[in-house]
DNA sequence: TGAGATGATGTGAGCGCACACATTCGACCA
DNA sequence: TGGTCGAATGTGTGCGCTCACATCATCTCA
């Protein structure tokens, strides 16, 4: 910075100035300052900047290890709007959500004096670990459920989304809607489940018994074989809301191995709308989730709390995107 | 660091030791000066201390901005390996990859002082655009397609993949196998056409003319609507090597539309193994990419980068993973 | 015409750490 | 018992920047 001083024949003060666009600073001697910069290649260090500010700059997101479509989507729009205003983002994965990972991975933030973290938390037990870490900087936490003090909630509307497949299911003239469901320790499957159950509790009607699953095409499609023979006999569900596409698409399969025709026989929904599932056989008729919003706006109640602002808990709707894998019952 | 030093009646000097596991420290004041530390709750300096050493601990990722499966599961693996071993890893992402954006990121990365970098690269230009900038720091560049200095290239083997799959169609008795190839500036596709076509010289075959798509699942339905006609009068291809598995999912979801059966009519393969190809319709017979393998590898070998060795090409091995949607010619 | 206000610039100090060097301590052997 | 050597510890300095403050030039209006 000296050099950069000397060259353009003023003080490292102006040149600091310069940099940090001070509005005092005449415009020949900007542009001198900043051609002298030019020819020198000079670079600002971040890590004095952040010695002598105290701050880093820099943003930690925690994330799924399991390159799931949905938290990709997210750390991306999340990283994208953070650069766009100037901050760095610092990633850690965990692949197995225990308090203990939960707690060294924010540790590893803390090492690194991020000034704010997001984390994208699927599940209960690591919202728990959050809060119980009690970060001494901002945390959003992506989660469905119920808020908590000592974060920001923010989270697509989960039990919205179930609801709008549960409706849409009911409305096409389905007595009544099975639901296979996700793992009971994610937020999100929870939150499912219980929009699912509110519809029918609305509308006064009593669903079947949701059925277990994780998250897996495996296990859609087991569950799918057992179905398609209680369909074929007659005694199965018209219509199911599987808890995400995944599971979905082994349903799918399995309904199409066995011969039982969608939607003409039974109805299917999912959940997430991934990649490929406007293809899937038949196309399927799933909630999507707006993963880029979710992320910018991650950034910003971030940023705002950052800022010393108070922000409160946020929600955003998903929409349903209807394609042919549901229809009237037979 | 101070205050941690008084209380454990030492010098800072002696904390520093300590916390850099310095050799010649008792083991009784080491003790002490880790008590103070976790009284106190100490934590060190990340800024002061990247200014006094000048390192920063620090690599970057940058990546796609598309929430694609491989180069997520990529990123995971990076940033696990390089936590293990000590690291920060920053990400950026570019959804548009041309000169300009990538020149701007790596800027971002060299304003962070980043002392390596990651680069998951799957387009021509993109290479090039890395080679252009001249980063003062190693770079791995993982990229299909030929080697240039001032890069570190790694990859996984696109070109044996497209052979495993070639080779494996063609020994189930099909007289060629139809490609459909991917985005021409993209590495990868390129060199899955090259291994493609080199299986049938090395056999004395003319293939047919590969048809060009995209990555999409959408492009692959278009072009599954125009071969089923084609088979259904018996002219059209015995096999078809899809790209990627989305392509292959948009295929397959014509076939099924036109009743053109797979495998019965038609084999498929596709590139990727994407979560719940092992459940489409039928289960997708593909090239599956070890991203984990991929990932560890690249943070292995920029830390010796890094660390002053001399590191040369390196290339993983992919492998096929056999299902139902590829069979013996009707 | 001069005092005050404002804008433009310079000066010095300190952020918290690691490094090079100086010093002290203790053990061991002649 | 003194000398030597190495282990253990302390002292001072500088990394490159921003902040608070001081200074100087310029303009405005009474």
Redesign the pocket.
Known sequence: ??D??ALA?????????V??E?????????RRVLDAIATLG????????A????RSATIGVVTTGSGLFGPASTLIAVEEAAREQGWYVSVATIRQYDGVTMHRVLDHFMDQAVEGIVVIAPQADVAEAVHEFRAPVPVVLIAAGETEAATIPLAVDQRLGARLATEYLLDLGHESVLHVSGPGDWLDAVEREAGWRSVHEERGITPPDPVGADWTADRGYQVGLGLADQIRTGEGPTAVFAANDHLALGMLRAFWERGVSVPRDVSVVGFDDVAGSGHFVPPLTTVRQPFDELGRRSVALLLEAVAGAQVGAELIAPMLVERASAGPPP
Do not use: F
């Open positions: 910075m000296s950069v001083a024949g003023v003080s490292h003060q102006t040149v600091s100035r940099l940090n001070h509005p005092s600073v005449r415009e020949d001697t900007r000079y670079r600002r260090n971040v890590a004095a900047r010695l002598a500010t105290a």
